[in-house]
């Protein structure tokens, strides 16, 4: 799959995901490098501290499964739950953090290589 249309189904999935809670207010910033991407999304929706913790676990899973989850998430649509469908996210990435920001939720995702450093992609560089 080519990078663009990786990185377009990741974010039409998170921005799905966040629209479930009809926020007044979302916005996805984009951060892209030849090793790798920062993807941050932000809503006006702030989670309790149970739901922070499934969206984490969610999109952090043990294991990395990326060519498991191309495979599954061309066939998935709209009908499983959101936790499975996150959990098709975090196969894909290097790491997620999930935060409640001052006006909601805060959505990190970092992809790249093993040689990756998630320090370099950050909202404020």
Same mark, same amino acid.
């Given at each position: 799959?080519?990078?663009?249309? #990786?990185?377009?189904?990741?974010?039409?999935?998170?921005?799905? #995901?966040?629209?479930? @809670?009809?926020?007044?207010?979302?916005?996805? %910033?984009?951060?892209?490098?030849?090793?790798?991407?920062?993807?941050?999304? #932000?809503?006006?929706?702030?989670?309790?501290?149970?739901?922070?913790?499934?969206?984490? %676990? /969610?999109?952090?899973?043990?294991?990395?499964?990326?060519?498991? /989850?191309?495979?599954?998430?061309?066939? /998935? @649509?709209?009908?499983?739950?959101?936790? /499975?469908?996150?959990?098709?996210?975090?196969?894909?990435?290097?790491?997620? %953090?999930?935060?409640?920001?001052?006006? @909601?939720?805060?959505?990190?995702?970092?992809?790249? %290589?093993?040689? &990756?450093?998630?320090?370099? &992609?950050?909202?404020?560089?």
């Amino acid at each position: 799959m080519k990078r663009k249309e #990786f990185l377009g189904r990741l974010i039409g999935e998170l921005t799905n #995901f966040i629209l479930e @809670g009809n926020p007044l207010r979302m916005v996805v %910033s984009l951060h892209q490098e030849e090793d790798g991407a920062h993807v941050s999304i #932000f809503d006006d929706h702030k989670r309790s501290d149970k739901e922070i913790e499934m969206i984490r %676990s /969610a999109l952090n899973p043990k294991a990395r499964r990326p060519e498991l /989850a191309e495979y599954y998430g061309l066939m /998935a @649509g709209h009908d499983m739950t959101w936790e /499975a469908r996150l959990k098709l996210i975090g196969w894909q990435v290097k790491h997620a %953090s999930v935060q409640n920001s001052d006006s @909601g939720i805060q959505i990190d995702l970092w992809l790249g %290589s093993d040689a &990756f450093n998630p320090a370099d &992609f950050t909202l404020h560089t």
